[in-house]
């Protein structure tokens, strides 16, 4: 089967002053279509700069990064965009939602810019958000404004869904039904989900963990029988 994504030896460097930081080291990796994929590491391991190249929000300095026909590594600015546009959704640990627009808004305003986007009322259904369609950020809890997010994400139909700590400003319960609704959607339209975390129980979902360490893809581990949302505890 031919990979969704391929990257070969990617790099990023940074300089501060006259030293140069090694963010990325040589990382390689194959993703395949509908994969659910946690990316785990400490903090300032890497995990978030991955993130923001397999995202097309960052260039890496060295190596090839492909998404199926698309040519990440030499995209020029409009390229980039039109990806990030279409091809890729993105949740982010805060929700990032327009305050002064309800649920549906924030959720149609994704769906407006994108090629092939999912009904906006249909990716609120997704997230168990029906009833709440017409409420503002500032009227729902903290995981009622993730649900929007990840809406906001997935209406846009895109090829992968990159979760930045998902879960990292939620408490247990709430954390688990964002993880439940992650995982249905991987499931049940065959999208590849790419989770970034440094929690080390939500890589038992995971049908594949990539380890970051120091910059490095140090290993990556295949669960044959991935546990259920509801079997992890962290």
Known sequence: MQPLMTANGIC????????????????SFDIFEGEFIVVLGPSGSGKSTLLNIIG??????????????IILHNA???????????????????????????????????ADISKT????????????????????????????????????????????????????????STGLSVLKILKDFNQKFNKTVIIITHNAGIAEIADRVFYIKDGTL?????????LSPEE???
């Not at 259904?125 to 649900?147: K, N, T, Y």
């Not at 140090?218 to 991935?226: F, L």
């Open 12 to 27: 990023k460097y940074y300089k501060m002053g006259d030293v140069i930081v090694e963010a990325l080291k040589d990382v």
């Open 76 to 110: 020029n600015e409009k390229a980039l965009t039109e990806y990030r546009r279409n091809s890729v959704g993105f949740v982010f640990q805060f929700y990032n939602l327009i305050p002064n627009l309800t649920a549906f808004e924030n959720v149609k305003l994704s």
């Open 56 to 69: 097309g929000m960052d260039g890496a300095s060295d190596g090839e990064l492909f998404c199926d026909s």
């Open 232 to 234: 992890v505890s962290w």
């Open 117 to 172: 986007p999912l009904d906006s009322a249909t990716a609120l259904e997704i997230v168990e958000l029906s009833d709440r369609m017409e409420h503002f950020p500032s009227q729902m809890s903290g995981g009622q404004q993730q649900r929007v997010a990840i809406a906001r994400a997935i209406v846009k139909n895109p090829k992968i869904l990159l979760c930045d700590e998902p879960t990292g400003a939620l408490d247990y």
């Open 218 to 226: 140090s290993k990556i581990v295949k669960n044959d029988n991935p």
